[in-house]
């Protein structure tokens, strides 16, 4: 298989594919009662009133803004696991899943016309287990993907390890 040579392409097709999962997770849980919200219901409440970020239209602007989202997320993913190894990649997503996506339910779901974001406990705990799943899965998928060269630590040409 052609492994992906470009950090930017790499990043947004493993956080995009990393997604899928995370999503149907939410859905599930979300129609068992598990959950009070959707993910596509937080991020289109940022952007319309909560009537809006609930109809037809609105979810599916939701559910393309979470894809969204996440796929943007896998980018910084690849760089930092570029610029530190593939070493422990699992921790490396697990940590930028939950901080990431944590960060950006936490601080953008607070503003907009909608204000959408869940306030119970579990709910915020089941988000931020899906968070994890997400920088795990998408670390395993930027390690099965992405070519070896990626990966290879360069040396910077004014680096102090070049000096005699």
Known sequence: MKKIKDGITLGFLCGF?????????????????????????????IFMPKSKALSKQGKLFG?????????????PLVYMMLLTGKDNFLLKGFLTGVIGLGSFRGLLA???????????????????INSAMWGI???SLIVMLGNESLFKPKQAKNSLLNQP
């Open 17 to 45: 594919l990393a997604n899928i999962p995370k999503a149907i997770a939410n859905e599930v849980l979300f129609r068992k009662k598990i959950e009070s919200k959707r993910y596509g219901e937080v991020i289109s409440g």
């Open 110 to 128: 607070n503003v907009g016309p909608g204000k959408t974001y869940p306030r119970d406990p579990q709910t915020n705990i089941t988000f931020t």
């Open 63 to 75: 559910v393309g803004g979470d894809f969204v989202t996440s796929s943007i997320l896998g980018i």
């Open 137 to 139: 899965v998408a670390s």
